[in-house]
T-cell receptor
Framework: NAGVMQNPRHLVRRRGQEARLRCSPM?????VYWYRQLPEEGLKFMVY????????ESGMPKERFSAEFPKEGPSILRIQQVVRGDSAAYFC?????????????FGSGTRLTVV | AQSVAQPEDQVNVAEGNPLTVKCTYS??????LFWYVQYPNRGLQFLLK??????LVKGSYGFEAEFNKSQTSFHLKKPSALVSDSALYFC???????????FGGGTRLMVKP
């Protein structure tokens, strides 16, 4: 079991470019969660998705950010027209249905640097 | 709404001494409580959880946590700290009905030789 796979591990983008972060959940997990961690700060919830559905996007900035979890393939967090303030580590987590006893399994994160 | 408070941004302890990292929570219904650890440039790793049963939960790397319902706390403890325990620790909570984990702001543990 490969766990939660995130790629790329590191991503450098110039201001104004688009960033696409991918997350493949753990086998058997149908729930995906995205978090952002700014340098020296805690985890901030962004969005919670199930296959083809956004369940809770209350933590997503209103502009430039979007997320999807299609029927086939990984979940994608997309940031359009990146700015320096988007530089952060973005973590994906997955859980089985109901996230009952096991909480989340986290990926190793994508570290986005905007130059 | 559910919430988690980790009142200390940083905890400093000498190697060999006991350590405590504090966590209090607020949730409706029965709480499911978790501790995760994050080493530099890594993702979060599961340490331990409380779902039901004994209030003292044992987890990975010699860590344990005590669930206290009356104080709504779930403090992380270890009898003898190691330098390698230095990391960022996150407490999290959910209730028995929902899927969402709510995380605390994290506490940086520094263990000095």
């Amino acid at each position: 079991n490969a766990g939660v796979m995130q790629n790329p591990r590191h991503l450098v983008r110039r201001r104004g470019q688009e960033a696409r972060l991918r997350c493949s959940p753990m086998k058997g997990h149908s729930h995906v969660y995205w978090y952002r961690q700014l340098p020296e700060e805690g985890l901030k919830f962004m969005v919670y998705l199930q296959k083809e559905n956004i369940i809770d996007e209350s933590g997503m900035p209103k502009e430039r950010f979007s997320a999807e979890f299609p029927k086939e393939g990984p979940s994608i967090l997309r940031i359009q027209q990146v700015v320096r303030g988007d530089s952060a580590a973005y973590f994906c987590a997955s859980s089985e249905v109901g996230a009952t006893s096991y909480g989340y399994t986290f990926g190793s994160g994508t570290r986005l640097t905007v130059v | 709404a559910q919430s988690v408070a980790q009142p200390e941004d940083q905890v400093n302890v000498a190697e060999g001494n006991p350590l405590t990292v504090k966590c209090t929570y607020s949730v409706s219904g029965n709480p499911y409580l978790f501790w995760y650890v994050q080493y530099p440039n890594r993702g979060l790793q599961f340490l331990l959880k409380y779902i039901t049963g004994d209030n003292l939960v044992k987890g990975s790397y010699g860590f344990e946590a005590e669930f206290n319902k009356s104080q709504t706390s779930f403090h992380l403890k270890k009898p003898s700290a190691l330098v390698s325990d230095s990391a960022l620790y996150f407490c999290a909570v959910k209730n028995n009905a929902g899927n969402m984990l709510t995380f605390g702001g994290g506490t940086r543990l520094m263990v000095k030789p």
